[in-house]
């Protein structure tokens, strides 16, 4: 079976970029926004982050719940992308409640997308998965790299709540445009199994990309 190069640069890029927002926007977001927050509220943010991912993970083991979420996964990311936008403005008032609503955010919907899309990485990449793998680690290391570098250069100059939040939402915007690549190039379902099946658009995006030499996986 042939992997693409360029889908697989698909997947790499999504991961750099994620990288190099998080290398930029960390130190921001601890230095501005965490340094006003009470350690309680902290405490409590950090358990609501780590608990949803739990109870999504749970709520996707079943395969109809999978198979649903992942129909309308690109619903999902624009759900996210409403929600961190409507926290961020939480974040000109309250700087407590911004933090608690983002970690919301993060642990529901960002949660719920990195899950499902992990289904395009297994339609995909089939083969040299270990070699893949560590291409993408390598990615993640270098957005990182790059982005803590911008971020030793700014972190003086941004010091408003509202601009990092709103800063996260365009990281958002920019990040699941490419993981809308992904979605859309996962093959048409050829199975019952929702761990399996692609979504039900996957034989339109199959028909649009036919001849090129992107075209999906044979079974």
């Known amino acids: 079976m042939r992997i693409s190069k360029k889908y697989l640069d698909v997947f790499v890029l999504s991961g750099l970029l994620t990288s190099f927002f998080y290398g930029f926007l960390n130190p921001l977001y601890v230095s501005v926004i965490l340094s006003r927050v009470d350690g309680r509220i902290i405490a409590l943010g950090s358990f609501v982050s780590a608990a949803f991912p739990v109870l999504v993970g749970a709520a996707m083991g079943n395969p109809r719940v999978f198979r649903r979420l992942y129909a309308i996964l690109p619903v999902v990311m624009v759900l996210e992308l409403a929600a961190s936008a409507a926290s961020a403005l939480v974040a000109a008032v309250n700087v407590m409640a911004y933090y608690l ?43 990182s790299l790059g982005g803590s570098a911008v971020s030793v250069a700014t972190v003086v100059a941004l010091r408003d709540p509202l601009a990092v939040a709103l800063l996260g939402v365009v990281q958002t915007l920019v990040v699941y445009g490419v993981f809308l690549l992904l979605y859309r190039k996962v093959p048409a379902r050829k199975a019952r199994r929702a761990d399996l099946e692609g979504h039900p658009w996957g034989s339109a995006f199959a028909s649009a990309d036919r001849g090129s030499s992107d075209a999906p996986l044979a079974a």
């Open 101 to 143: 609503a983002s970690m919301f955010v993060l642990g529901v919907f960002s949660t719920s997308v990195v899950y499902l899309l992990q289904k395009a990485k297994e339609v995909r990449c089939r083969t040299g998965r270990a070699a893949f793998d560590r291409r993408c680690a390598m990615a993640d290391s270098v957005g």
